[in-house]
């Protein structure tokens, strides 16, 4: 609710982030390949139409890193940076990207990036940081870096460059970055990127350093961001959809993933499919006033929430102050050094690479391990878009090889437990009936996972168990190849005079085999609600004199009968 109180708290909270986002709007820009202005721009338009839309009351919309940097990779096969062909493109690029954003939240398809693991995020966001951090390298140290060429290209035109290293150039640059660094350690609460880049540009302007090669960003523009209009020729459109689907879902990845990290600070519960809707709509709306793709910021979010912003009023003062700032600010940026800006854009690259998570992704997990080093092989050495498509495949294989190996646990009444619950017997050792087998299947019961399961079956059947009774609770999905897979085992003990008992069926499992008539042949008689349900009748079916001489007696039936 929008009151006095929390206006006030938004709006301050508001100039902080405005502040915040001025030097990273013009260095994402750089990373983009676009003017400066427009990452203005997108830090203007866009969090205003993603908070009024979305669904988080602190995730601030805008340039970031890593869409910037895709969108470079994609965009520069077609067009020369800044030019008019590659902004035009670009702005096509970001309205087929909302559209894809907005489709999947007007779908419902919320859930989608839950299906893309945490470590595709790391190894692509270290890939990105790695990939800009090299293309500033040629603008740190004063020489000459093509645009074109690759990974490993690019690494040998700087080693053999660093021999004509321009040294005022170096200067600025290093300057910048040690003097951002000093301020985030010793003076957090002061703009550290702002102060930064206002100390490189007075270096640059003492020791002349336009005469040296220190080159300028130039003055911006001072108006406000000017009606724009994206193309829609069938060339253009063919050729950008699949790399607007990956900025997509990139987008969509970071703002739900971030929105969800600060809502577990805050307590606010994030409606991904609102969140997908909201991104989808800055986007469309953001193409048509100079604005190209942007997503949640990680930094300008949990700051917003730091500085006590209370409701998304914080995100749209943010844009406005920002507005009037560059109203005021625009014709200084002449004396910006290109230089300072790499100093900068190596600091944010740097902070990009999440080392926790890649340590407990190193230490957790080889299946984690692996999609976290081939997403960032990948980023590193392929396209941009196939990077992200290549970890959610692997991610999606390891996934699936998971749930099509479902646990299948053989149990046991705990004798020393008056109400003898069930335990695994590999955990701990307990007695077995020799007339009773009892299992649970913990996992989908699904057309991966079937093969696993049938030959666990068939093994007891072989070993002559002759009977058995299946504990389902832990069967959370059940389709059409594994309704038929319980059908084919209940023919197969009864034809041979045994026993195929279940019980504790979740009530879709049962719903799913009742609609399909699959109760029917597995045997309404031998399907039991609860495990003392089964056993109460199971024990009446036993061979009884075996049972007189069983000295096991671990049901309370034995005891009984």
């Known amino acids: 609710m929008v009151n006095k109180d929390t206006l006030k708290a938004d709006s301050i909270a508001g100039l902080t982030g405005a502040i915040i986002v001025l030097p990273q709007g013009i260095a994402f820009a750089a990373i983009a390949g676009m003017p400066p202005i427009y990452g203005l721009y997108t830090a203007m338009i866009t969090p205003i139409i993603a908070a009024l839309f979305g669904s988080s009351m602190h995730l601030i919309s805008g340039p970031t890193t890593a869409i910037s940097l ?9 067009a020369v940076p800044e030019s008019p062909e590659y902004i035009q493109f670009v702005l096509t690029l970001t309205l087929l990207a909302g559209v894809f954003q907005l489709g999947m939240g007007l779908a419902r398809f919320g859930t989608l990036v839950n299906f893309v693991s945490h470590s595709v995020v790391v190894g692509f966001t270290a890939g990105a940081a790695i990939l800009i951090a090299t293309s500033q390298l040629g603008k740190v140290f004063g020489i000459e870096i093509s645009r074109e060429g690759d990974f490993i290209n690019k690494w040998h035109q700087i080693f053999m460059g660093l021999p004509d290293t321009n040294f005022y150039v170096f200067s600025v640059a ?9 301020i ?16 490189g540009s007075v270096l640059a302007f003492f020791i002349k350093g336009s005469e040296h090669g220190v080159t300028l960003v130039g003055k911006l523009s001072a108006g406000l961001p000017p009606f724009s209009v994206p193309s829609f020729t069938r060339l253009e459109l063919e050729e ?17 993933a971030i929105g969800k990290s600060v809502a577990s600070k805050s307590g606010q519960r994030i409606d991904g499919n609102q969140e997908f809707i909201g991104q989808g709509l800055s986007n469309i709306v953001g193409s048509m006033f100079s604005s190209y793709a942007g997503t949640g910021s990680f930094t300008r979010s949990g700051i917003n929430y730091t500085a006590g912003a209370k409701t998304p009023m914080s995100a749209i003062f943010a844009a406005v102050i ?3 700032i560059l109203l005021l600010i625009a ?9 300072t800006m790499g100093g900068i854009i190596l600091l944010v690259a740097y902070n990009l690479i999440d080392f926790k998570s890649i340590k407990q992704i190193f230490k957790s997990s080889k299946a984690e391990t692996a999609v976290f080093t081939v997403t960032l092989l990948s980023t590193l050495f392929l396209e941009l878009e196939f990077a992200i498509y290549m970890g959610v495949i692997i991610s999606l294989v390891f996934y699936l090889k998971k749930t099509a190996s479902p646990d299948i646990i053989t149990l046991a009444p705990d004798k020393d437990n008056e109400h003898r619950v069930f335990v695994n017997i590999e955990q701990r050792p307990m007695p077995t009936c020799p007339q009773l087998k009892i299992i649970r299947i913990d996992g989908s019961l699904f057309f991966g996972a079937v093969d696993k399961v049938e030959d666990f079956l068939s093994n007891v059947f072989d070993a002559g168990e002759p009977n058995l009774l299946i504990v389902g609770n832990g069967i959370g999905v059940i389709d059409l190849a594994g309704a038929e897979l319980l059908e084919r085992q209940a023919h197969k003990w009864k034809a ?11 009530q879709q499992v049962t719903e799913y085999l009742k609609n399909g008539g699959f109760d029917k042949h597995l045997g309404k008689e031998n399907m039991f609600e609860t495990k003392i349900d089964a056993l109460q009748s199971i024990y009446n079916q036993l061979d009884k004199g075996i049972c007189a001489n069983c000295t096991t007696k671990i049901f309370n039936e034995c005891s009984n009968g």
């Not at 041979?496 to 979740?506: E, I, P, T, V």
């Open 70 to 78: 895709v969108i470079f990779g994609t965009i520069s096969k077609f």
């Open 174 to 182: 290093m300057l910048t970055l040690i003097m951002a660094l000093a």
């Open 184 to 199: 985030k350690k010793f003076t957090p609460k002061i703009p550290n990127l702002l102060v930064a880049m206002i100390a």
């Open 240 to 256: 950008l959809v699949p790399y607007a689907f990956a900025v997509a879902l990139l987008g969509l990845i970071e703002a739900v």
């Open 322 to 324: 920002l507005m009037l």
């Open 331 to 339: 014709p200084l940026t002449a004396y910006l050094p290109i230089a």
């Open 496 to 506: 041979a005079g045994r026993g195929l008992y279940f019980c504790s069926l979740r």
